[in-house]
């Protein structure tokens, strides 16, 4: 059982950076793989990026380069660096979390979900 809550969108221009964080609770964090969701208006949810419990991550290619994915298992903390923002990364970021080994890029994978935040930037 994991409950999530990110924190940390906001407003920004483009080539602004920003960390995202998902809080998760439950005594078995540190055995989910956790990640990072977005979703822009009339499109579907789409990956980003994916850690592993001991740290392997994984990420889509519009983001690689620009984004870093890391959690903090004795915090019970996973987040998001995003740096050189673009306009078309504009979206409602969610955390997920997934009891499993390897790193799914499907959403339906995933069991639990943060309530999402938002992200916009502008040109």
């Known amino acids: 059982q994991v409950h999530l809550v990110e924190s940390g969108g906001g407003l920004l221009q483009a080539g602004d950076s920003l960390r995202l964080s998902c809080a998760a609770s439950g005594r078995t964090f540190s055995r989910y793989v956790m990640g990072w969701f977005r979703q822009a208006p009339g499109k579907e949810r789409e990956f980003v990026a994916g850690?592993?419990?001991?740290?392997?991550?994984t990420y889509t290619n519009s983001v690689k380069g620009r984004f870093t994915i890391s959690r903090d298992n004795a915090k019970n903390t996973v987040y998001l660096q995003m740096n050189s923002l673009k306009p078309e990364d504009t979206a409602v970021y969610y955390c997920?979390?997934?009891?499993?080994?390897?790193?799914?890029?499907?959403?339906?994978?995933?069991?639990?979900w943060g309530q999402g935040t938002q992200v916009t930037v502008s040109s």
């Open positions: 997920a979390a997934d009891y499993n080994l390897r790193i799914a890029s499907n959403p339906d994978d995933y069991d639990y």
């Open positions: 850690i592993r419990s001991g740290g392997m991550t």
